[in-house]
């Protein structure tokens, strides 16, 4: 392309079938419709969609935004992409460390990977050099390859691999990123090992151009200036002094805290298993990602990640245990074996639902080395439950376990679980911020009023956030209008916040495209029936009643008229021609 600010206009495609390796030059025009990370992925994802994960010819695709390797704050991120063998849905990823950027500075805008090697092998990438390795490390854990190629990697390179639940066969297999990173939701690790890809290593020694330094720097120190000022982000009870965890006792204490499979909303004792005791007990200490001041990961002093607010919840409330080494323990086995520690807590408290069994520290480490050797808990809730004939009791939507916020304390995230397009995540609009931590402004959490249009609008928002790409959490401080300078004064392409908006419904519809090319539909915009039965835990002045089914599908519905849908959930050909997508 000829502008080389911002974008490469090199994409990597690999073979692994035929070792061949290419170079695709993407049109101009399909970085202005689709700007990078994940709108690109999903633009060469598209013709594949409806594939078998375990089809070689399925991609796996990895993109950087035209932000990344540049001063813009939380520009560090990526996006991983490919079918989800958990869900048959589409599945992206955003991904911090260091891999987003050192592709970048290798000269790439995104990694395309197709093909299965015939025995284990590795991706080694310096700049224009790329190998194709034997690998002898088939059955190692993230930490063993970590530690194993710490003698051959240049300095600063970036390592992502798969454990040994992806290669015995697991459907929650995550892909680990510089140790402390994770691509974890839908199992897309599984179809790194289905490739026989055990690794990808990247470094990069160029750069990423900006057409405006002086205009990206006055930025940055905008964006700087909102985030210091935000209590959520940086303040003493903020991301930035206790990680996620901070939402630990604000989960609680608004009776949203999913317990016992979902069936209460309060956890006796919480405070006990809050992030100032993991501080107090484990002495952590800041941990990032590349190109962030936030600093959300904390890392415990023996080298061992403290969990996010998700794993803190889902391996205490969810399942029971009031044990805070055992957290820490099958955290770290989670990301040591290569699983997501969100689905196998929701499997881990479905399994106790069924069977009665408490977990013990013995019985709940053996139970995750069984989910990584593959039987049937190594599938998820949806599998498990369904095998047993209890599928009332896997807690997930499109087969994607639920995330630790319960839908019936945040009407908001109950209608934002059903629409999004990878299966029960909190992210795809992350109406958390507006219902419990009031940003940008404060909606009624009990009300479905309005919702539909906020849930859209977030999602197209994050769509483009996810595409430039930054970190979703710092749009608690900052909007699109920061970033949009931002990009602005990186490309030198003049370009609206609502330009990029409209950019983020594009990428938004084109992924309900391909959810509907694999068959679906408003039955599968839908939350678990306990949701619409069975109260939470009300107290302290809170009633918490089951949703009113009716009302949740009447703003489904209203979603539907908003996203442009037809009333089935399914895009229509009038849109899909508006937006480009026809082609």
Known sequence: ?????????????????????????????????????????????????????????????????????????????????????????????????????????????????????????????????????????????????????????????????IGPAAENGSRLASIMVDRHHSAGRGGLGLIWAEKNLKYLMVKGTGETHVHDMDALKETREDIFRLTAASPVLMGQHGFSCWGTGSLFDLMDSRSMMPTDNFQKTRFPNAHQLNAAAYKKKFVSQKHGCSGCHILCKKIAQDGRPIPEYEAMAHFTALIGNHNIDLVLDANDVCNQLGMDPISVGSTLACHREITGQEYTQKSLMNALHKMAQGDDLGHGSFFFANTCGRSETSMSVKGMDLPAYDPRGAYGMALAYATSTRGGCHLRAYPLSHEVLRKPVATDRFSFSGKARIIKIAEDINAIVDSLTACRFTFLAASLEEYTKAFIAVTGVQISGQDLLETGERIYYNERIMNAANGFSASDDDLPARFFTEPGTSGGGVDIPPLDRTEFLAARANYYRVRKLDENGNPTPEITKRLGLDQ
Not at 63 to 85: D, K
Not at 124 to 151: C, K, R, W, Y
Request: charged letters at 15%; glycine letters at 12%; proline letters at 6%.
């Open 1 to 161: 392309m000829k502008e080389c600010f911002g974008w490469t206009g090199t994409v990597l495609l690999i073979d692994l079938t035929t070792k061949e390796v290419t170079l695709d030059h993407p049109d101009p025009a399909i970085y202005r419709k689709y700007i990078g990370g994940r709108g690109l992925a999903g633009h060469y994802l598209s013709p594949h969609a409806t594939r078998e994960w375990a089809d070689p010819t399925l991609p796996i695709l990895i993109f950087t935004g035209p932000l990344t390797g540049t001063l813009a704050p939380t520009s560090g991120r990526g996006t991983i992409m490919s079918r989800s063998p958990l869900t048959g849905a589409i599945c992206d990823t955003s991904v911090g460390g260091r891999l987003a950027t050192q592709l970048k500075y290798a000269g790439y805008d995104g990694l395309i990977i197709t093909g299965k090697s015939d025995t284990p092998c590795g991706i080694e990438i310096l700049d224009s050099e790329v190998q194709i390795t034997p690998s002898n490390l088939h059955g190692a854990t993230s930490n063993e390859v970590f530690t194993h190629l710490e003698s051959s990697i240049l300095t600063g390179a970036s390592v992502a691999c």
